[in-house]
């Protein structure tokens, strides 16, 4: 069942399966009318229609697309891993005691989602953006879209880029697992581990089945399917988003921080794959995906020996916008205090990942998505990181 779902991952991931399912149903209708007692005129009617109406909006989609690559062409560079490429940006320049650092945002989003950060550290040292694949200007390439493929891929495009670690990795949410995979995988690679509220698969696994995870896959599905056609469902899906207080509050503070450079990064990304490699990735967020993936994708506890690790967030989820999910909402209250030192506890998972650990807690009041919504101490923790030497460092935690 999975190899075939991935193969129709892979299939409706070309942007050009439009077609293909347009004349999908030209042929059922050439079938159906033939086989039809009564009524073939009409049924040739509707599907011959039908199949003219999605091959000509498959065909706008073409169009529009490739109007916007060529008008946004990448600003870094393309790289091959084998068949298929993914685009890094690397821009500033290398100092002394500064490791280069490399960014990942939340979800399965491109390097660009995060680009206020980079946009703050390319004049201190190294910094450098990579899509994912499916995001950005990068490819789909193969399914499944698993963290432990993309963990690969992403150290393989940093070696052709040319570019040399050890680095800092820094990953929010999803994003975070990510940059812990790549940890564990190549601890030679890694100066320093920065969990910016990275994603703790026990969530997943032990907790309440969460209705936005659910939500999130099913709308994968649905917007590929939608995009191959031209028809771009984000924005219904933001509307749905900014009824609840805490979540328009999180799009608005990243339009303000992400500026123009980000925001036209959108009109690269009006693609199928995009969201067929999110349906791909996004099993992973369910109890039977986290079952089937652990052992390559769960950082466990001493997996990271004595790495420096640090755990960037909030410490109590009863002041940030986990609290506004439907389940806590609906919970009674002894219930929803369950829930809330739950997903705190989880997190705090990730310290024991490292003997070498380091706990930076948010402002009180600071949600999941403080990276947006408080960019300026987030930059400050970050300075921290990268850019104070460690001799100082060790003064500090006297």
């Known amino acids: 069942m999975q190899a075939w779902r991935d193969r129709l991952l892979s299939l409706f991931s070309r942007e050009w399966a439009g077609l293909l399912i347009a004349l999908s149903v030209t042929l059922a209708t050439f079938v159906a009318a033939n086989f039809s007692q009564r009524g073939g005129t009409l049924i040739q009617w509707i599907g011959f229609t039908l199949a003219a109406i999605l091959a000509l909006a498959s065909l706008r989609h073409l169009a529009v697309l490739a109007t916007a690559r060529r008008a946004y062409p990448p600003p870094g560079c393309m790289i091959d891993l084998g068949g298929y490429h993914v685009h890094l940006l690397a821009e500033g320049t290398l100092r002394p005691n500064r490791p280069p650092v490399v960014w990942f945002a939340g979800g399965h989003a491109s390097g660009y989602a995060i680009y206020h950060l980079h946009r703050a550290f390319r004049e201190e040292t190294r910094s450098i953006l990579i899509d994912r694949p499916g995001t950005g200007w990068s490819d789909t390439g193969p399914f499944p879209r698993t963290t432990a493929r993309e963990a690969d891929e992403m150290v393989l495009a940093l070696d052709r880029a040319g570019e040399k670690g050890p680095f800092v990795w820094a990953g929010h949410s999803f994003g975070g697992l990510l940059a812990a995979n790549i940890a564990r995988r190549r601890p030679d690679l890694v100066h320093t581990l920065v969990l910016l509220d990275p994603t703790p698969l026990e969530t997943i696994a032990f907790g309440p089945r969460l209705s936005a995870l659910k939500e999130m896959r099913r709308a994968a599905w649905l917007g590929g399917m939608a995009q191959l056609f031209g028809l771009d469902l984000a924005k219904r899906s933001e509307a749905k988003a900014r ?5 328009a509050k999180t799009i608005d503070a990243t339009r303000a921080v992400l500026g123009a450079e980000a925001l036209n990064v959108r009109n690269v990304e009006a693609n199928a794959g995009r969201y067929f490699a999110q349906a791909s990735i996004y099993r992973e967020l369910s109890p039977e995906g986290v079952a089937a993936v652990a052992w390559d994708t769960v ?14 967030g909030p410490r109590d989820d009863a002041d940030g916008d986990i609290a506004a999910l439907p389940e806590t909402r609906q919970q009674n209250t002894a219930n929803a205090q369950r829930m809330m030192r739950f997903f705190a506890a989880t997190r705090e998972r990730y310290l024991a990942t490292s003997t070498q650990s380091h ?19 987030t930059i400050s923790v970050m300075k921290d990181v990268i850019c104070v030497d460690d001799v100082t460092r060790r003064e500090r935690a006297r």
């Open 243 to 247: 009824q609840t207080p805490a979540y």
């Open 359 to 377: 706990r930076v807690v948010a402002p009180k009041g600071a949600g999941h998505n403080f990276v947006y919504e408080i960019p300026d101490w």
């Open 299 to 312: 950082v466990y506890d001493r997996d990271l020996g004595d790495l420096p690790v640090w755990l960037v």
